[in-house]
């Protein structure tokens, strides 16, 4: 019975890439976020996006970087053929709007693949390796299981509200907006409650609670193949930073 | 009382921080792309909804370092999205000075609560808008006009961000912390209140 528990617990879900520290797909999410904004060459950005979707794709996550890439590659057009138009306030908007997507893709991209390949166990424990405090470790740790679950909640609070016709239609939504906060948000709220109530227990019962050092079945360490991404990651993205301000920055490739 | 945080007030306080973000997140997207005017504004009218969320966590957990593990998750998160990092600056300092100043040794009270929520929303509208578009103007712009944002947006940005344009930024966000606590207040005496899933004084 142990013996099965154990191979179960340390049975690996993920693979290459995937199986990395939670820190250092945290570390090079950040670095991303940081370098994404300051780099204003096309192609800079397309490598950025390319590359990652191709170490994503490494490790558990090919679909959702094929759609990621593709997704990426139809803005970018798009948002090319929004200079040849020009409609008054609607083409600033656009291009408002395609920029911030183009720039918030690699981003969604890293960071939906993270809570998809972490296991919030592993997480904490990382998370407490690296000394930080019980007030910063269970909130943040929580967080990141909750946002998904937010999704399924709030479908249905509008399923419920559908079927007793309570601001059915978006001119409703519109002309009263407090109500709809009240009656979207005040559910949800309740809903947390309830939710934190049983994470509580559930929470306890494993002992969330201990202050004590924690041991982990699978080895949760930052050892060379970590140092080694890491490096690689910092490397390349100062390459880019780099690439950017020279003329590689100014080619355009997004032609119409 | 029990003054001491503990996992299951921590537990509270990350469920409800990720339903705030998520709130700040679709409001900061859609008001930004819909203009310069509304961009500046977003602090304010996220304040709003947020509001009755920070009510209901503050009354439920009537403790010291609410505010504080409440602005640095968030200020994470921002960071980890690729925020600029004054943001997750303002609102650990923000959590700090309504923790540490404004609730001080009293007992919480429903004053306290909208006191400190309102100047907990200011500190964000300045380290949000304020304090990037004025120390950090021209790289901002730059990166901007890179970028193939229309010219107009830019205008707009700057006209909206100079003058005595930052003291209304922070006001607005200063009233949008108000109207949020008092709507919150109001939306917590109606449902949990009255339900007894929590009593303030």
């Known amino acids: 019975m142990e013996e099965n528990t154990k191979k179960l617990i340390t049975q690996r879900q993920f693979q290459r890439t995937a199986a990395l520290d939670p820190r250092c797909k945290v570390a090079l999410l950040i670095m991303i976020g940081c370098v994404s904004y300051f780099l204003n060459g096309e192609i800079c950005s397309l490598v950025l996006v390319a590359s990652f979707a191709l170490f994503i794709a490494v490790g558990n996550g090919g679909k959702w970087a094929a759609k990621m890439l593709i997704f990426y590659i139809v803005i970018a057009y798009l948002n090319a053929l929004l200079r040849y138009v020009s409609i008054p306030v609607l083409s600033v908007i656009m291009s408002v709007f395609g920029v911030t997507i183009l720039k918030l893709v690699p981003i969604a991209m890293m960071g939906i693949w993270i809570l998809h390949t972490t296991q919030m166990d592993d997480l904490m424990v990382s998370l407490q390796r690296m000394r930080l405090p019980q007030a910063v470790t269970i909130p ?97 993205l100062a390459l880019l930073l780099f690439l950017d301000h020279t003329s590689i920055g100014e080619i355009i490739i997004w032609r119409v | 009382m029990n003054k001491k945080l503990n996992a299951k007030d921590f537990i509270l306080i990350g469920v409800l921080t990720a339903l705030m973000w998520i709130i700040c997140m679709i409001i900061s997207t859609v008001m930004s792309i819909a203009g310069p005017v ?68 009293k007992e919480i009270t429903m004053k306290s609560m909208m006191i400190a929520y309102t100047i907990f929303s200011g500190i964000f509208a300045f380290g949000a808008i304020v304090g990037p578009m004025s120390f950090l103007q021209d790289a901002f712009v730059g990166a901007m006009e890179k970028n193939n944002i229309a010219q107009e947006y830019i205008d707009g940005m700057i006209s909206i961000t100079s003058g005595f344009m930052p003291v209304v930024i922070i006001v607005a966000g200063l009233l949008g912390g108000l109207i949020g606590g008092y709507i919150g207040q109001k939306a917590l005496k109606k449902h949990f209140i009255k339900a007894g899933l929590v009593s303030v004084k």
């Open chain 1, 140 to 236: 943040l740790v929580v967080m990141f299981r909750y946002i998904p679950t937010l999704r399924i909640e709030y479908r249905m609070i509008r399923n419920t509200m559908d079927i007793r016709g309570i601001g059915d239609t978006v001119w409703k939504q519109l002309i009263h907006p407090l109500a709809t906060i009240e009656y979207i948000l005040i559910p949800l709220l309740m809903r947390c409650l309830k939710v934190t109530d049983e994470l509580a227990a559930s929470g306890t019962t494993r002992g969330l609670e201990l202050e004590g050092k924690r041991y982990a079945l699978n080895p949760v360490r930052f050892s060379w193949k970590e140092y080694a991404v890491t490096a690689l990651g910092i490397v390349f």
């Open chain 2, 38 to 105: 509304t961009n500046v504004f977003y602090p304010a009218v996220v304040a709003i909804p947020n509001g009755i969320v920070m009510m209901l966590l503050l009354a439920k957990v009537p403790k010291k370092g609410v505010f504080t593990i409440c602005g640095t998750i968030q200020g994470i998160l921002f960071l980890l999205v690729g925020g600029f990092w004054l943001i997750p600056v303002a609102l650990i300092v923000g959590g700090v000075i309504c923790d540490f100043l404004i609730m001080g040794r």
